[in-house]
């Protein structure tokens, strides 16, 4: 398990390489509540990231860094449904910002 900041500091390197504009926290992690087995939920503003192979690219790079599964969305808060992003607005945390 992964406190907050060995996450960010385990992926900022990655957010550099990609130029990805923000990566914030939010599920498990970003509560408190992640166990043993829990993945991580990642948003990103995405930056250069301007398609799905470099989307999986960049995903594939986060997992072998931090050794575990991470799922990501990639929009800005905006743009998501109402409900999902009032949930997110609730609980994210700023891992990285350019």
Known sequence: ????????????PICKQY???????FGSYAR??????S????????????DLFTLSS???????ALGIEVD???ASITSLDTPLR?????????LYAA
Do not use: P, W
Request: hydrophobic content about 45%; cysteine-free; proline content about 0%.
């Open 1 to 12: 398990m992964y406190t907050i900041d060995a996450i960010k500091e385990k992926i900022t």
């Open 19 to 25: 130029m990805v504009k923000k990566v914030f926290l």
């Open 32 to 37: 408190g509540d992640a166990k043993e087995g």
């Open 39 to 50: 993945d991580i939920d990642i948003r990103i503003e995405a930056g250069n990231i301007e």
């Open 58 to 64: 960049f995903r594939q790079d986060i997992i072998a």
């Open 72 to 74: 990501i969305i990639s």
């Open 86 to 94: 009032k949930n997110l607005e609730s609980e994210e945390i700023l």
